[in-house]
């Protein structure tokens, strides 16, 4: 079985300013997230610009993401 939901890209900071982006709900969740969420740690001197850059091009290409579970039919 598989689901798929929209999410949206979004860039936070961790504490110390380095960014950071997290993938947001945007309709629906996919149930292994129902209790929790996918952040994506950037590489060391990414800057706050650059990461908003990368946030809207996976905005702009990424239309859903998809859970297949593999112990159902």
């Known amino acids: 079985m598989t689901e798929r939901a929209r999410y949206i890209f979004t860039v936070k900071e961790f504490e110390g300013g380095q960014p950071w982006i997290y993938m947001e709900p945007f309709d629906t969740v996919l149930s292994p997230l129902a209790h929790g969420f996918i952040g994506f740690d950037l590489a060391e001197g990414t800057t706050l610009e650059q ?21 159902k039919d």
């Open 51 to 71: 990461a908003h850059e990368l946030a809207t091009l996976l905005n702009s290409k990424l239309i859903r993401t998809s859970y297949t579970d593999l112990t």
